[in-house]
């Protein structure tokens, strides 16, 4: 009795559903990451509980949560489902967006090893998982197995790992990476192109203290009452008004008013003020 509109929705869900499924095994099948947590409410476990009295409390929820336990360390790692197009970009991050899952990481390392039962934990970086049936151009004859060759481009992942070559491994074994947002040069070593992607602990240390600063400084313009009509802008379909709720209600003329236009920047340009805002 459904509509042929809701058989064909229907039937594309189910395939997503399908490939999504088979995707996450694939990637999980020879990896030393294995799924420790599934929809983990940080507010829940108390990692996201304030510390002193008077602190903004946070709340959240991490899609899945991986660990590798090698020797005494527990390293961890977060990755968020995403069915739309979403890249990690270290210039939002140090624009104050798109901070969530690394706020989760740190926070996890900080203060989850009572949670995991572990003295010592590590972070080993974020991941951002597509979730959807990817529609891929390809001539009408081509077979299954072209098919599947050319979907395979698009399971990797986007985000930040520990530029530690046994934790890479651990995530992903062997030379040619389909899922991890790395590649290695026939000479064993990462491409050029990869590095954006990659981070030393070092720089994972300045990235958690920066991220701390932001929100205690969000937290103090909250708590001072600060209500200034400054929203961010990246383009046309992607700002902070798209999905406002208070947009009805807002002052802020699009059209007059000017936007905090988020700016793009080099991966080392980032690096070189978030280490830089120590």
């Not at 903004?56 to 069915?83: C, I």
């Not at 926070?107 to 003295?119: D, P, Y």
Request: proline share 4%.
């Amino acid at each position: 009795d459904k509509t042929a509109r809701f058989a064909y929705l229907f039937r594309r869900l189910r395939s997503t559903v399908r490939q999504v499924t088979e995707d996450m095994w694939q990637e999980l099948k020879d990896s030393k990451f294995q799924p420790l947590d599934l929809e983990l409410d940080l507010g829940a476990e108390g990692v996201l509980e304030p510390e002193r009295e008077g602190d903004a409390p946070l709340t959240g929820r991490a899609d899945r949560v991986d660990g590798w336990v090698n020797g005494d360390t527990l390293y961890l790692r977060v990755t968020d489902y995403k069915t739309g197009v979403k890249k990690f970009d270290l210039a939002d991050v140090c624009q104050g967006l798109n901070m969530q899952m690394l706020l989760y990481l740190f926070a996890l390392e900080k203060r989850g090893g009572g949670h995991f039962g572990a003295e010592k934990i590590r972070p080993a970086g974020v991941l951002y998982v597509p979730a959807r049936f990817e529609i891929v151009p390809a001539d009408s004859d081509v077979t299954d197995e072209e098919l599947a060759a050319l979907r395979k481009n698009t399971a990797r992942r986007s985000g930040l790992i520990l530029d530690d070559q046994a934790v890479v491994e651990a995530m992903e074994p062997g030379p040619d990476k389909r899922f991890l947002p790395v590649k290695l040069t026939k000479a064993g070593e990462y491409a050029k192109a990869s590095r954006a992607s990659l981070a030393s602990l070092e720089r994972f240390g300045a990235l958690s203290r920066f991220i701390d600063d932001t929100l205690r400084s969000l937290a103090a313009e909250l708590k001072g009452g600060s209500v200034r009509l400054d929203p961010w802008y990246k383009s046309a379909g992607e700002n902070a008004c798209t999905f406002c709720d208070y947009r009805e209600a807002c002052l802020f003329d699009e059209a007059g008013d000017g936007w905090r236009v988020r700016n793009k920047l080099s991966p080392e340009a980032a690096w070189e003020r978030i280490e830089g805002h120590e």
